[in-house]
């Protein structure tokens, strides 16, 4: 992408060119919201607010830097608060409703009589793993594999983005893999 003429035109100010780098772009940085989040409303909400911080924040982007890379920075940083504001309304909600898990502690020993986790379908339950899988990786691993794996990106892209040296987003990533290998490593033994 480079330093191209329509991120120029922004940074003097024209909302026409704007508009264009949203449309141009819009679609990697939902799919990479989206792979952090795991959730397509989240995600949403993640590129609204990059569009808006990367608008607000155009001063501070250098015409000499790649737009698509800062503007994958701006994202990946949207999407971490994301996830840390949902991390702390879930310990806030499981703060307040420990004081009722005794009683579901009881509830949840009464079988249900619906179909078992055996009668999931092979594909579900692999979503479901690889989600869980993703969820438990953390905020800094998730965006390195996700931009790697999923946007392809070079390590030093990823390096520019997430603001690492490339030997520590090597690591990270490496990091990443051996965690996703290690949590998925039941379905491969079944």
Known sequence: ??????????????????????????????????????????????????????????????????????????????????????????EEFHAVSSADSEEDDVLSAVPSGGPGPERLLLSAELQVRIAGAMAALSDRERAAFVLRHFEGCSIAEIGKVLNLRGGAVKNTIFRAVQKLREALQPLVNS
């Open 1 to 90: 992408m480079g330093a191209d003429g329509r991120a120029t035109h922004v940074t003097a100010g024209d909302p026409a060119a704007f508009r264009l780098l949203v449309e141009r772009h819009s679609g990697a940085i939902f799919r990479l919201a989206f792979r952090m989040t795991g959730n397509e409303s989240d995600a949403e909400d993640v590129v609204q607010e990059t569009f808006l911080r990367a608008y607000r924040g155009l001063d501070q982007f250098e015409g000499r830097a790649d737009f698509g890379t800062w503007l994958h920075r701006v994202a990946v940083n949207c999407a971490l608060d994301h996830l840390r504001r949902v991390k702390r309304r879930e």
